[in-house]
Nanobody, 127 residues
Framework: QVQLVESGGGLVQAGGSLRLSCAASGGTFSYYAMGWFRQAPGKEREFVAGITRSGITTDLSNSVKGRFTISRDNAKNTVYLDMSSLKPEDTAVYYC????????????????????WGQGTQVTVSS
């Protein structure tokens, strides 16, 4: 069983930057594709970014492409989400998620395709 703990959220002005981290424990991190999702009040949880087991392939939602970057350090069992040019509409609780997969190229986009979730970290962008 993998445990995921997010950190790095907070309050930032529009145009600012934040780095979210998600530390994993309890499993072999390199066996998991990882994703970042977010959920704003009254909205469904949505895909933000994903990365394959090795970190070679990533994908981002259109709403954050060009502003956010996902990366991972398998030696540190950590996945990161670097966010820049933040907008008020980026305000949400951000969750990291792990997908146990035997295939190195797997990268999933739906929340129900992920096996483990962190508790979330709040990101608030003020205008």
């Amino acid at each position: 069983q993998v445990q995921l703990v997010e950190s790095g959220g907070g309050l930032v002005q529009a145009g600012g930057s934040l780095r979210l981290s998600c530390a994993a424990s309890g499993g072999t991190f390199s066996y998991y594709a990882m994703g970042w999702f977010r959920q704003a009040p009254g909205k469904e949880r949505e895909f933000v970014a994903g990365i394959t087991r090795s970190g070679i392939t990533t994908d981002l939602s259109n709403s954050v492409k060009g502003r956010f970057t996902i990366s991972r350090d398998n030696a540190k069992n950590t996945v990161y989400l670097d966010m820049s040019s933040l907008k008020p509409e980026d305000t949400a609780v951000y969750y990291c998620a792990a997908d146990r997969t035997d295939f190195s190229g797997t990268l999933r986009f739906r929340p129900d395709e992920y096996d483990y979730w962190g508790q979330g970290t709040q990101v608030t962008v003020s205008s």
